[in-house]
C-alpha cells in the first residue's frame, strides 16, 4: 500500500472511529478548515425536514449542522462495513441505526461516505443516503401523534409536533373529527389556538353529521373557543348538514346563556329552520317543555332571544332612510340625509333579502337612477360588499340589467370594477354577460374593466358572450379583440 494509501485510510479509520463513538470534537480535527460537504444537494420541502440536508463549507457550518444532528437523534449503532482507498479518496459503506428524538421513530439505513483526503486531511466529504428512510422518521406518525396529545391535552408534544410538520388538518379516522374540532369538543382552547395559527381550518365539516368546530365548541359550552373560532374567521351561521342546527342553536340546546349572547351580539340568525322543520323559537319552546332540568338557563336564553327580536325590530323601523330608498321616494332620501342619516348603514340580519345591505345596494339592485346618484353625491360606499352573495353596487346593477346606474357607478372615481363575489367569482362583467345585458356589458367593457378573470365555473367574460350572444355579436367581438385572442 502506497503511502497516500495510508494516510487516507489512516485519516478514514480516525474519522468514521470517531463517528462510531459519537466524538464530534474529534471528528472535527480530520476535517480542514476548508472542509466542503455535501449531504445531498438541498431540495425546497424536503430539506425543512431533515434539517441536515444540503451543502456546508467550513469546519464552523459542519460543526453547526453537527450540533442539530445531535440534538435531534440519538444513534443507536454505527457500523464501518467496508472501505475502499483509492489513492487521496475513502469509500465507507456504514450501517446506522437510530431515533429522530421528536417523533421517537427509528431509521435503519445503510450509506455511503466518500471522503477526499489531502495533508492529513479531509477536504471534502459526501454522503449518498435514501432520504426516504429520514423523511418516514421524521413524519412517519407525526399525525397520530398529534392526534394523541391533542386528545390527552398534552401541549408540550402538540406544539413540537405541529413544529415538525404534523398536519393541522388531520382527520380522526374513528371519529371524522378533524384535530381542531377534537379540540374545541374538549375545551383545549390552547391547542386549538396552536392549530389554528398553524393553518387549520375552522370551516371544515366533519364526514358523520356534517358540522363545524364552532359547533363543538357550543356542544362543549366553551366561549374561548367559539371566540377564538370567530377571531379566525369561523362562520357562525353554518347550519349542519345533518341537523340544520346553527351554534346558537347548539349553545341554546345544551343550555349555554353565555355562548348564546356571545353569538347573538355577533350577528347570529334567529329566522332559520331546522332539517326537521323546527324554527329557532319551535327549538327553544320545545326544550322549555321537555327540560327538567336548567330550566333557569333556557328562561334567560328566552329573554336574551326576545330582546334581539326586539331590538332587531326596532332597528329596522329606526332606517328611515332605508325605508324611503325601498319606497323609491326621492324626497325622503334625501330629507333623511338631511337629518344626518348614515347612507352607509347596514340592515339589519333578518334572514331577508336585504340583510346586510346598504341604501346604495338596494337602490342598485332596484334600478333606482336617481337614489343611487343621491346616495352616491352624499357619500355612500360605492363599493361596500353585502355579506349573503358577497355583492357590491356595480354587481347589483349589472345583474339586474340597469345600464343607466352601472354608468354611473362606472364613472365615480375609485370604483372596483372588477371585484369578484365569493359565492361564484363572478365579476359586474360576468353577471351582465350572464344575464344577457349587453348594454351594461358594453359600459363596463368602454370603461376599462378586467376582461380575463374567471369565475369558479372557469369561464371568463369572452366564454360567457360567446354563450349567450355568438361570436358574431358585436359585444363578443369586442371582448375577443380586446382580450388578444
Not at 330550566?295 to 332597528?315: A, G, H, N, S
Not at 343607466?404 to 365615480?412: A, E, R, Y
Amino acid at each position: 500500500m502506497s503511502l497516500l494509501k495510508n494516510d487516507t485510510k489512516a485519516v478514514a479509520d480516525k474519522w468514521f472511529k470517531a463517528l462510531r463513538e459519537r466524538d464530534g470534537a474529534s471528528a472535527m480535527e480530520y476535517l480542514d478548515k476548508n472542509v466542503v460537504w455535501s449531504n445531498t444537494k438541498p431540495i425546497p420541502g424536503l430539506s425543512e425536514i431533515i434539517p441536515w440536508l444540503g451543502e456546508y463549507h467550513g469546519v464552523g457550518e459542519v460543526h453547526q449542522t453537527f450540533m442539530v444532528w445531535a440534538k435531534l437523534s440519538e444513534v443507536e449503532s454505527f457500523e464501518l462495513l467496508e472501505l475502499f482507498i483509492n489513492g487521496d479518496e475513502a469509500i465507507g459503506l456504514v450501517h446506522e441505526k437510530a431515533k429522530i428524538i421528536p417523533t421517537g421513530l427509528y431509521y435503519d439505513i445503510e450509506f455511503i461516505h466518500r471522503l477526499t483526503v489531502k495533508d492529513g486531511k479531509i477536504v471534502r466529504w459526501k454522503s449518498y443516503w435514501d432520504t426516504a428512510f429520514g423523511i418516514v422518521a421524521f413524519r412517519g406518525d407525526l399525525n397520530e401523534r398529534l392526534l394523541g396529545a391533542v386528545l390527552s391535552k398534552d401541549r408540550h408534544s402538540a406544539r413540537e409536533l405541529l413544529k415538525f410538520g404534523a398536519d393541522p388538518n388531520y382527520v380522526n379516522p374513528e371519529t371524522k373529527l378533524t384535530l381542531l374540532m377534537t379540540a374545541a369538543g374538549i375545551g383545549e382552547a390552547e391547542i386549538a389556538s396552536m392549530l389554528l395559527r398553524k393553518g387549520a381550518n375552522p370551516n371544515t365539516l366533519d364526514e358523520l353529521a356534517g358540522a363545524s368546530a364552532m359547533h363543538k365548541a357550543c356542544q362543549g359550552g366553551y366561549l374561548e373557543i367559539v371566540k377564538l373560532l370567530a377571531e379566525h374567521g369561523a362562520f357562525i351561521n353554518t347550519q349542519a348538514v345533518s341537523t340544520g342546527h346553527t351554534p346558537l342553536i347548539e349553545a341554546i340546546w345544551f343550555k349555554y346563556p353565555e355562548i348564546v349572547q356571545y353569538l347573538l351580539d355577533n350577528g347570529a340568525w334567529l329566522n332559520i329552520k331546522t332539517n326537521y322543520g323546527f324554527s329557532l323559537l319551535d327549538h327553544l319552546n320545545y326544550a322549555l317543555n321537555v327540560s327538567t332540568r336548567c330550566k333557569d338557563k333556557l328562561y334567560t336564553i328566552k329573554d336574551m332571544v326576545d330582546k334581539r327580536i326586539e331590538d332587531d325590530r326596532k332597528r329596522a323601523e329606526s332606517q328611515k332612510l332605508m325605508q324611503a330608498v325601498i319606497d323609491n321616494k326621492c324626497d325622503e332620501v334625501k330629507a333623511c340625509i338631511g337629518s344626518g342619516a348614515d347612507v352607509n348603514e347596514r340592515a339589519p340580519i333578518l334572514n331577508g333579502f336585504n340583510d346586510g345591505h346598504t341604501p346604495l345596494h338596494v337602490a342598485c339592485r332596484s334600478g333606482f337612477y336617481d337614489i343611487a346618484k343621491i346616495l352616491i353625491e352624499a357619500g355612500a360606499d360605492i363599493n361596500a360588499i353585502e355579506p349573503t352573495f358577497g355583492a357590491v353596487p356595480l354587481h347589483k346593477a349589472t345583474y339586474n340589467g340597469f345600464a343607466d346606474i352601472t354608468q354611473l357607478l362606472c364613472s365615480q372615481a375609485g370604483i372596483n370594477m372588477d371585484y369578484q363575489g365569493p359565492s361564484n367569482g363572478y365579476t359586474p362583467l360576468h353577471d351582465a354577460l350572464w344575464h344577457g345585458f349587453d348594454k351594461c356589458a358594453e359600459v363596463l367593457v368602454n370603461s376599462g374593466c378586467a376582461l380575463k378573470l374567471r369565475g369558479h365555473d372557469g369561464l371568463t367574460p369572452y366564454d360567457l358572450a360567446l354563450e349567450v350572444f355568438g361570436d358574431k355579436h358585436p359585444l363578443t367581438v369586442k371582448i375577443r379583440e380586446r382580450s388578444g385572442l
